[in-house]
């Protein structure tokens, strides 16, 4: 039987660069899919259209992203570092908190581009080399 594995945290560096976040430098751990879905929902909800539900989603969402953030250079009016926990999420403008939960989640759903041109690597790989193994005939049905 074959030894199990467990994939390693993903860590995303969140990008604001051309927003009015530019220079915000958030880390994140990577959290489970249902949490992106749940992300995708959490940015849509707009005060006009809310109803308690949302507002509980939304709490649960708040709490979910700050549990999530491994660290970030935010300060506050005075210079202050705000802690990176719900507690500082609370001392934050919505629409920021929006734009640093929807970071993280195109971070987590995007698709890494081609590597750069300049890449070292200039040989095809061989694909005999890759290891493969035969599935019975009862399973390949």
Do not use: C
């Not at 993903?10 to 749940?38: I, N, S």
């Not at 995708?40 to 999530?68: F, R």
């Amino acid at each position: 039987m074959p030894k199990g594995f467990t994939p390693p945290r993903t860590v995303y560096r969140l990008d604001f660069e051309g927003t009015e976040l530019e220079g915000l430098e958030v880390r994140m751990r990577g959290g489970k899919l249902a949490q992106a879905f749940d992300t995708v929902q959490l940015v849509g909800i707009t005060e006009a259209n809310a109803t308690a539900e949302d507002a509980k989603l939304a709490l649960d969402q708040y709490k979910d992203l700050a549990d999530h953030i491994i660290s970030w250079n935010l300060e506050d009016e005075d210079g202050q570092s705000v802690t990176p926990d719900l507690e500082g999420l609370k001392t934050q403008e919505l629409r920021h908190i929006r734009m640093i939960a929807a970071a993280w989640q195109r971070a987590q759903v995007d698709v890494p581009g081609p590597l750069p041109s300049e890449s070292s690597s200039t040989s095809t790989p061989d694909l005999l080399m890759i290891p493969m193994e035969s599935i019975p005939a009862s399973l390949a049905s």
